[in-house]
T-cell receptor
């Protein structure tokens, strides 16, 4: 079957760095997405990886290893506004998205 | 402002009643989707439409129906609501070009409670 695993909750300190991991199993693979979702709001797109390696976008970076079925989202210089859920989603061979349950990130001062 | 509008924002509904959640986008996106989001679970696809006039079933279609009469509108109907349909419903759209960079834009969500 198809499956996405990511931690349920993580806590980090303002100004620090946090890495949110995601492992996936899909029938075929057409890329890995990360979305941010603040409480009570809609998910918003953060990043997309289809090739192995690191994609950097400001304070946020996303990494993909296709051979390991693994991705992570790296958040640097954490700010209180980064408190949110981070959703990992893999696109299968039919271009359908398989979603993880999300990682709730709590930032403490 | 370009985007997706969902209505209602929230609704409490008696079991057995019929309910339509509305979704309108002004980005001229080809593809539209309805997801439900429940605590502890990932977003689950209910129905989708790759282009106006076509619809398809997602992962959890039972008890729901959709229509896509034009590019902009994609209503979701619960013919006879049941308590297990209590959830937050998100409408989304994308360019639908079936490339891997098929980024979704989400509406603000509709919180539905079925009693």
């Amino acid at each position: 079957g198809q499956n996405i695993d990511q931690p349920t909750e993580m806590t980090a300190t303002e100004g620090a760095i946090v890495q949110i991991n995601c492992t996936y199993q899909t029938s075929g693979f057409n890329g890995l997405f990360w979305y941010q979702q603040h409480a009570g709001e809609a998910p918003t797109f953060l990043s997309y990886n289809v090739l192995d390696g690191l994609e950097e976008k400001g304070r946020f970076s996303s990494f993909l290893s296709r051979s390991k079925g693994y991705s992570y989202l790296l958040l640097k210089e954490l700010q209180m506004k980064d408190s949110a859920s981070y959703l990992c989603a893999a696109m299968d061979s039919n271009y359908q998205l398989i979603w993880g349950a999300g990682t709730k990130l709590i930032i403490k001062p | 402002i370009a985007g997706i509008t969902q209505a209602p924002t929230s609704q409490i509904l008696a079991a057995g009643r019929r309910m339509t959640l509305r979704c309108t986008q002004d980005m001229r996106h080809n593809a539209m989707y309805w997801y439900r989001q429940d605590l502890g679970l990932g977003l689950r696809l209910i129905h989708y439409s790759n282009t106006a006039g076509t619809t398809g079933k997602g992962e959890v279609p039972d008890g729901y129906s959709v229509s896509r009469a034009n590019t902009d509108d994609f209503p979701l109907t619960l013919a006879s609501a049941v308590p297990s349909q209590t959830s937050v419903y998100f409408c989304a759209s994308s360019g639908g070009d079936n490339s891997g960079a098929n980024v979704l834009t989400f509406g603000a969500g509709s919180r539905l409670t079925v009693l």
